[in-house]
């Protein structure tokens, strides 16, 4: 009697010993695969995609305050986190990229401009037009709130040179713009990232701008 009653107790444990094994694996496989997922998600955040939400007014029309966007943080290079160096140093920013930034002023706040200059170009600003290498640049993307005002270094400015590994950033709403026209050039490794594409854009719950979802920044 005593063995078959041990025998029979062994036979209601097993499976439940079985099953207890079975929810602990399902629910580590669960763990690791979480894990794996935000350990991309870090690395995707890190070196290739991020996304930033438009504050401020200095980019209309081209990005409007509410706008939020995702922006390439692997097309100017890799670093290291959390430094200014370089695992590799990809494209060279080009007139007319929008970019993400350090302020200069204080590296903590990001800032979005349009590159303006490249190195070797010599910017100027003649009431409000802009000069590059002495001539006019037609700019269809920019927008004045003060057409008939011209104030001393927002409206005229320079010329100035830029130097090697340093980038002339200016706002599309060029009246009410803090950018490289006060504050000098941005260096190349203070660039963040490469404006991509507006994945969510609202002015509060109930203004969502539907049309500007998944617009090509430009």
Known sequence: ????????D??????KQKNTKKGKSILREYAEAVAVALAL?????????QAFKIPSESMLTTLLVGDQLLANKFVYGMKIPFTHMYIYRGAEPERGDIIIFEYPEDPDIDFIKRVIGVPGD?????????????????????????PDMIL????NFGPITVKENEYFVMGDNR???????FWGCIKREAIRAKAWRIYWSWN??????????????R
């Open 152 to 155: 001393a270094k927002r409206d």
């Open 10 to 15: 062994s036979e209601d444990n097993t499976p």
């Open 122 to 146: 010599v910017i100027e600003v003649r009431d409000k037009q802009l000069y590059r290498n002495g001539s006019p640049v037609k700019e269809d993307y920019i927008r004045f709130t003060e």
């Open 175 to 181: 009246d009410n713009s803090h950018d490289s026209r």
């Open 1 to 8: 009697m005593g063995n078959i009653e041990f025998s029979h």
């Open 204 to 217: 509060g719950p109930s203004d969502i701008r539907w049309s500007r979802i998944g617009k090509e920044v």
């Open 41 to 49: 998600a870090l690395l995707l955040r890190t070196f290739v995609i």
